[in-house]
């Protein structure tokens, strides 16, 4: 037992927290020096699904000539047919707050079940096409079957593919033609709205639930994915629009900044907090560089005191970014 363990366990006996046994009981308990393997246990849990549900993809790719078609993917529905049956038959059924499986191997049956249909609904539109050319429908569909096995199941795991696919979906059903001919998809910038406008539906999914106790612990899932969407998308249209609608850009990015500063002192989300200060500082210097590039900002006179000043600037943020870190651990730990 550490000297830390010592003297809290000794702090509760003073002020009468505990009895005199209780702290005997303690200190005998401590003094076994049990540790638990619960996360390396589940670390292992969840490599075996990754591997299995790979080696599923491997073999499909190895023998999918050998083997046929239809027996792939008999054999597929057969594995995720046994996986949901153990799943539904030890769940507690919905319910609004958190909860667990009494096995946790469940958990990551649930998550293996999972991604074998999104698997089985991938390789069944590739190979015999149920949907047509509606390929929106083949992500739509794995999808909805995440979200439900994620609220039926609990599971954070289930729910950031489902989160995963929605952004898909959206992606898609922009301009599902340029997949079609071969265009560079991802220089659509309407991609961008398409982007900011699922950060916003996540957002106030989150208040939403918030207000009716639903699944509040999925808070954070959402909250960190619409952080990472909109910061990029801001940035990136910052950088590649032209006109004044960068501007526009900076704006939403400012706005989702003080959001999330807001929102991570609110949850006690330190990695909220690290991501918002981060994109926050390159939105800020990518905006800088456009406001000097547009009042021509750079001559040789300019550009030489800017270099100088550079490495001052990033020791300076770098002092900035730790001094604010602590100011929030201590405030989230008061």
Not at 34 to 50: D, G, P, Q, R, T
Not at 108 to 137: D, E, M, R, S, W
Not at 267 to 286: D, Q
Request: with cysteine; glycine share 4%.
């Amino acid at each position: 037992m550490n000297k830390f363990d010592v003297q809290a366990t000794k702090a509760l006996l003073e002020k009468n927290l505990i009895t005199e046994n209780q702290y005997q009981e303690i200190s005998s308990y401590r003094n076994l020096n049990i540790f638990s393997l619960n996360a390396e246990l589940k670390l292992f849990l969840y490599l075996s699904v990754l591997l299995f549900t790979s080696g599923i993809g491997v073999l499909i790719y190895n023998n999918i000539d050998s083997i046929g078609h239809i027996a792939i993917l008999s054999l597929l529905l057969i594995v995720i047919a046994v996986c949901f049956y153990f799943c539904f038959k030890n769940t507690k059924g919905f319910q609004k707050s958190e909860t667990i499986f009494e096995n946790p191997v469940l958990e990551y049956l649930v998550l293996a079940a999972n991604i074998l249909t999104c698997i089985f609904i991938g390789y069944l539109q590739f190979q015999y096409k149920p949907f047509g050319t509606h390929y929106g429908l083949a992500t739509l569909i794995p999808t909805i079957v995440s979200f439900f096995c994620a609220y039926y199941f609990d599971n954070k795991s289930v729910l950031t593919i489902a989160i995963t696919g929605l952004a898909a979906y959206v992606g898609l059903s922009v301009t599902p033609q340029d997949l079609l001919n071969n265009s560079n998809f991802y220089e659509d910038q309407t991609l961008s709205y398409s982007a900011i406008a699922l950060s916003v539906l996540l957002i106030l999914w989150t208040i939403y639930s918030s207000k009716n106790q639903l699944k509040t612990h999925f808070n954070i899932l959402y909250l960190t994915f619409a952080l990472h969407i909109i910061s990029i998308a801001t940035i990136s249209s910052l950088i590649d629009y032209e006109d004044i609608i960068w501007f526009v850009f900076a704006i939403i990015l400012g706005a989702s900044s003080c959001f999330f500063y807001k929102i991570s002192h609110e949850y006690k989300a330190i990695s909220l907090y690290v991501f918002m200060i981060i994109y926050a500082y390159i939105g800020i210097n990518i905006f800088i560089f456009r406001v000097l590039q547009f009042i021509d900002f750079f001559s040789d006179v300019w550009i030489v005191l800017f270099i100088v000043a550079l490495p001052i600037y990033f020791i300076g943020f770098i002092i900035l970014f730790i001094k604010l870190i602590k100011n929030f651990n201590k405030e989230i730990t008061a």
